[in-house]
């Protein structure tokens, strides 16, 4: 994912996360204990507080977000990612996991102090998110979009050989690509500046670096849509070329930086 992250999606694959909801579970990093408390400073989460996560999947910000002792309606396309965020969150009476698509959900009457949407935003159509998340809010309560971004970092000499295995494998690779450091982003904030319901917007960075081994690695690399809709030869192809590299030149192990954005706004006065 680069600078780009607000770009739309392709449609027909927002689906695909949910043929292996377990595996995305397993795989997928949680964000920085340091993006969570950022999180709950902004909202004001904590009891009495309602919250509205847009996409939760399987509860990966939702579980550190409930901790704060705020209620949570989270609204989940995938009824498999539903049901692995509800056994998540059982502890967790003050939460609901609802199935439905976000754009066709109906907001409840009583608006949200917060709604909020993790690495998800790029799925939801472009003319439906900004003014529905500006509906389902009170004057004056707080959209926090969370913006993941692959960066250079960690085991740097990897990501820059495995591009080969990515131009041999998949078409859609631009040749030459690297990874871009988070100082070089220019994540695109026209839509929050632009939009007439909202006031305020700020961006806040979170760092963290993962080491994984190679299962590990080709595991989270199984939970990215570019890589499951491949072609079944060209990912068990590229999965082989990669597992190849970590192994042999890598001892098994690669560490991968992720640059997690915090984009905040406020909901105008009616």
Request: aromatic share 8%; glycine share 8%; charged share 25%.
């Amino acid at each position: 994912m680069d600078a780009s992250e607000f770009r739309v999606s392709d449609p027909r694959l927002r689906d695909i996360f949910d043929q292996d909801a377990e595996r995305y579970e397993r795989a997928r990093p949680r964000y920085p204990a340091s993006l969570i408390e950022d999180l709950v400073r902004v909202t004001g989460a904590g009891p009495g507080v309602r919250v509205l996560e847009i996409a939760p999947g399987t509860g990966k910000l939702t579980v550190d977000l409930a901790g704060s002792g705020c209620s949570i309606t989270a609204v989940e396309i995938g009824p498999s990612m539903a049901a692995v965020a509800r056994r998540h969150l059982a502890a967790f009476p003050e939460v609901e996991v609802v199935v439905a698509a976000f754009e066709e959900w109906g907001l409840p009457p009583e608006p949200f102090d917060a709604v909020v949407c993790a690495t998800a935003f790029h799925w939801l159509d472009p003319d439906v998110r900004m003014p529905k998340a500006a509906r389902a809010l009170r004057p004056g309560g707080l959209f926090g979009v969370v913006a993941t971004h692959h960066v250079a970092g960690g085991t740097e000499d990897f990501f820059a050989e495995v591009q080969e295995c990515y131009e041999r494998w998949d078409p859609a690779t631009p040749p030459g690509l690297r990874q871009t450091r988070e100082s070089d982003l220019a994540t695109d904030l026209t839509e929050f500046t632009g939009s007439p319901h909202f006031t305020g917007v700020a961006v806040r960075g979170h760092a963290q670096e993962i080491t994984y081994t190679t299962d590990q690695y080709l595991d989270v690399l199984l939970t990215y849509s570019n890589h499951r809709a491949l072609p079944e030869t060209a990912r068990n192809g590229l999965l082989a070329g990669i597992r190849e590299l970590i192994d042999s030149r890598y001892d098994g192990v690669v560490t991968k930086r992720y640059w997690h954005e915090l984009i905040t706004a406020v909901r105008v006065e009616a």
